[in-house]
């Protein structure tokens, strides 16, 4: 009966907030229709299912491209940072929908680690900092830390410091 689903009806379901669904709509992320798959990790991404992001993860080497752009985005948007050596391989996709949607999954997906630990730091709108830090550059940032896990920071100030 699943199967028979469009995926604009899948897609209802995340925008109605139908969050007790989440597992149903995790389901159909095995759906022999692309777009059903696709529409899928959409919707549990505008569900804010993070639990789902396991189940959304083997999209990203499907065969077919919507599935593969939907989970990079999905995952850059519920910004599940384990998951972020698995969008690099997509950066270099023959698809451009795929290559574009890695390149912003990977924009929301920053970490910082000092001594003590580590910070998930997150921009919007930004993709082209991906580009601006590098490994084992030392950053300043300055802005509010969520003080629940995730620990994060939304749209931080940030300096790179000039070592000299």
């Not at 804010?48 to 077919?64: E, G, H, N, S, T």
């Not at 998930?120 to 969520?146: K, M, P, S």
């Amino acid at each position: 009966m699943l199967e028979r689903i469009c995926p604009s009806d899948v897609e209802k379901l995340g925008r109605l907030g139908a969050k007790d669904h989440a597992g149903t709509i995790a389901n159909l992320l095995k759906s022999e229709i692309p777009d059903v798959r696709a529409a899928a990790a959409r919707a549990l991404a505008t569900l804010k299912a993070q639990d789902q992001v396991a189940a959304i993860a083997p999209l990203l080497k499907d065969d077919r491209f919507e599935a593969r752009a939907a989970a990079a985005e999905a995952i850059g948007i519920l910004g599940e940072e384990n998951h972020s050596s698995e969008l690099v391989p997509l950066l270099s996709d023959k698809v451009y929908d795929v290559r574009k949607a890695a390149v912003e999954a990977l924009g929301r997906l920053v970490l910082f680690a000092d001594g003590t630990g580590t910070l998930l730091a997150r921009w919007y709108r930004q993709t082209y900092l991906v580009r601006v830090f590098r490994r084992g550059q030392r950053v300043i940032l300055a802005g509010r830390v969520n003080p629940y896990p995730p620990r994060e920071m939304i749209n931080p100030e940030h300096e790179i410091e000039d070592v000299r």
